[in-house]
């Protein structure tokens, strides 16, 4: 299959080399690379993981006429807002009947049922399971090993710089030293106030709701509070008292749709959520049949996202 990708930092650099390694098995061409930063890049036999890019293309479209792949991956960065223009560039797939995998939960908190309604259109593949725990599965989950299961709720601990910059609170550290730590650590957005300020953790709720649960909402329609309002001093003093402060995903159905909130909650260390630390996190799904069933991630970073957009192609690969 050809590949065209959509962005190219340390995740699509990291895919590339991962798709580089396993090419022997899985036989995968990167045919096309477009960024804002760098400019473009094509190659119909394929590009090298340092590609030689020239001048930037003149939008999303004409990068799709020119590379011409069978799958698009779309990786570029959060907007929590409105998911554009990621929403854009995979209605633009879409209409060229292009497969497309994304890493951007953007789209997926904000259009969710009538993107996958128009790939259903299209007749081609949708496929998102990086946008919520890297790699972790999810959404294949639940699409292949748990027929008829009904998800009542879910309650999740899943941004990793804000427990990265907790805990460097906790040992003294600024809020500010302590997102240059998860900038360091590459799992930052690329606007980190994105991580303190709730809207990733709001993004992947909506996200989760919208997919499991049917709930077709956005991000703004989740309850948020981020950690901004907790001070080095506090978040030191609830260290020492064998607390600490995360920011949890829940949502629950009622009897008027979906109730949600990305919330910092203070808790114990000996809780089942605060064992999620640093990069790991970890998400509980309580269910009609199966009553609560849950999945960790343990230290992810930007290995394991690359390797959920592997896993997702190589299902498009098989579905088609």
């Known amino acids: 299959m050809k590949i065209a990708l959509l962005g190219y930092g340390n995740v699509g650099k990291t895919f590339a080399r991962l798709l580089e390694s396993k090419h022997g098995v899985y036989p995968f061409a990167i045919v096309g690379v477009h960024t804002a930063r760098h400019g473009s890049a094509f190659n119909p036999k394929g ?40 929403i854009s560039h995979i209605r633009s797939a879409f209409s060229r009947k292009i497969h497309v995998i994304t890493a951007n939960k953007g789209p997926i908190a904000h259009a969710y049922a009538e993107l996958r309604d128009e790939a259903q259109k299209a007749g081609v593949e949708f496929r998102f399971e990086s946008i919520v725990m890297d790699g972790t599965p999810i959404f294949n989950q639940f699409r292949n090993n748990l027929p ?115 919330k910092a909650e203070v808790m114990p260390l000996t809780d089942l959520l605060a064992t999620a630390r640093g990069t790991s996190n970890l998400l509980l799904f309580h269910t009609d049949l199966m009553g609560t069933l849950g999945t960790v991630s343990m230290n992810s970073g930007v290995e394991q996202t690359a390797y959920g957009l592997f896993s997702d192609l190589v299902d498009v690969a098989r579905s088609v």
């Not at 930037?56 to 011409?68: I, P």
């Not at 008829?148 to 990793?160: A, D, Q, Y």
């Not at 709930?215 to 600490?244: C, H, M």
């Open 47 to 86: 590009l090298s993981v340092s590609p030689a890019f020239g001048p930037a293309v003149g939008s999303v479209e004409e990068f799709l006429e020119r590379a011409q792949p069978s799958v698009l991956l779309e990786i570029t960065t959060l907007n929590p807002m409105s998911g554009e223009p990621a």
């Open 148 to 262: 008829g299961l009904k998800v009542l709720g879910f309650t999740g601990v899943l941004n990793s710089t804000s427990k990265v910059v907790v805990a460097a609170m906790a040992r003294g550290l600024s809020l500010e030293e302590g997102v240059k730590e998860a900038q360091a650590m590459g799992v930052a957005e690329a606007d980190a106030s994105f991580d303190l300020d709730g809207w990733d953790s709001a993004a992947k709720t909506a996200a989760l709701a919208n997919v499991l649960m049917d709930a077709r909402v956005k991000p703004q329609d989740v309850e948020r509070e981020g950690i901004r309002s907790f001070s080095a001093e506090r978040i030191a003093g609830l260290a020492r008292e064998g607390k600490t402060v995360l920011i949890v995903s829940r949502a629950e159905r009622t009897g008027g749709g979906v109730r949600m909130e990305a």
